[in-house]
C-alpha cells in the first residue's frame, strides 16, 4: 500500500525555484518524523531536512536559506519549496518518514526511515 507519493519535480534552469510535495496517508503523516532526501547520480542518498511533528526544522548546510520545508496539515502534505536551484542540486527527491523518536531529528542516519516515497526527479541546467 502506497503511503508516501512525490510529486512536482522536473526541468528547471538554474536559479530557478520549484516545490515538490509529498501526499502521506492520514494514518502516518501525525506523530512522525518526517525527512527529505536526494540522491546524485552516481552518489549515495543524502539527507536534506527532517521535522518532527511540525516542531523545528533541521536543514543541511548545501540547502540552507535556499529550501524551506512546510506541511499542510489538512491536505497530510509536506513541501519542499527550493529556491535558487543550482545545478549541483540535480538528483532523485525522496519524502521519508519513521516513528523513532530522539531528541533532534538530525541524529537519525537514513537507515532509520523505513517509509519511503519512490522519489521524483530534479534536473537544473546551466
Known amino acids: 500500500q502506497v503511503q508516501l507519493v512525490e510529486s512536482g519535480g522536473g526541468l528547471v534552469q538554474a536559479g530557478g525555484s520549484l516545490r515538490l510535495s509529498c501526499a502521506a496517508r492520514?494514518?502516518?503523516?501525525?506523530?512522525?518524523?518526517m525527512g527529505w532526501f536526494r540522491q546524485a547520480p552516481g552518489k549515495e542518498r543524502e539527507s536534506i531536512l527532517c521535522?518532527?511533528?511540525?516542531?523545528?526544522?533541521n536543514y543541511a548546510g548545501s540547502v540552507k536559506g535556499r529550501f524551506f520545508a512546510s506541511r499542510d496539515n489538512a491536505k497530510n502534505t509536506v513541501f519542499l519549496q527550493m529556491n535558487n536551484l543550482k545545478p549541483e542540486d540535480t538528483a532523485d527527491y525522496f519524502c521519508?518518514?519513521?516513528?523513532?523518536?530522539?531528541?533532534?531529528?538530525?541524529?537519525?542516519?537514513?537507515?532509520?526511515?523505513?517509509?519511503w516515497g519512490r522519489g521524483t526527479q530534479v534536473t537544473v541546467s546551466s
Open positions: 521519508a518518514a519513521t516513528d523513532v523518536r530522539v531528541e533532534v531529528c538530525s541524529m537519525l542516519s537514513k537507515y532509520e526511515y523505513n517509509i
Open positions: 492520514r494514518s502516518l503523516f501525525s506523530g512522525n518524523t
Open positions: 521535522n518532527t511533528n511540525g516542531g523545528s526544522t
